[in-house]
């Protein structure tokens, strides 16, 4: 994982690339931690690298449903507002039973179909907002394919700065030191699924 991301041709070549680079953030981060220190929280939240990595994992999962689904919203989830907001919350939790190695290759497959999707999807396809949840716009029929993709650009940098923040409290490792640790160990570890050697 280069310091920044590489230059871009167009406009979807740059989503993918920005897409592509703040991915391999989390790689770059949980590089070397057990399990017990990718569950730990060290930091004033109670947040956790392994916790991270499964919401963001989450959050592509949803946002790109939307955009394999557009102009059609996905199918819909039957189950209750409370019990779907109850497992949202439990994606910040890396469980005693979850492995960092399991994460990641969760992490990775979700990844590979996130940049499937920039590749082939109508950028300009209408993603319907959905209706049954409180915290989105009434007054927007529609986001674009394209809006969604920068959406998950923006939570994926959002939670890589969190994930920095957990892991320098863990052991005082900054990126630029785990940037250099993961290329030795697996170079371009965003582009091929994750496997430990």
Do not use: C
């Amino acid at each position: 994982m280069p310091a920044l991301a590489a230059p871009v041709t167009d406009e979807r070549s740059a989503l993918r690339e920005f897409l592509a680079y703040h991915q391999s953030a989390y790689f770059a981060v949980s590089y070397g931690l057990t399990d017990d220190q990718a569950r730990s929280a060290p930091s004033a939240s109670a947040l956790s690298i392994g916790g991270l990595i499964k919401h963001v994992t989450g959050m592509q999962r949803v946002w790109m449903a939307r955009v394999a689904a557009a102009p059609n919203p996905p199918q819909e989830d039957p189950r209750p507002l409370a019990q779907r907001t109850a497992e949202h919350a439990g994606e910040f939790v890396m469980r005693p039973e979850e492995t960092l190695a399991d994460l990641l290759e969760t992490f990775a497959a979700q990844n590979a179909e996130s940049l499937r999707l920039v590749d082939t999807t109508d950028l300009d396809a209408a993603v319907p907002v959905p209706r049954d949840a409180p915290w989105f716009p009434k007054d927007v029929e529609a986001w674009s394919v394209r809006w969604v993709i920068l959406h998950v650009v923006n939570e994926l940098a959002r939670h890589a700065g969190h994930a920095d923040i957990v892991r320098e409290s863990i052991d005082g490792a900054t990126m630029y030191e785990l940037i250099a640790g993961l290329e030795k160990w697996r170079p371009q570890p965003w582009l091929t699924p994750w496997q430990p050697k």
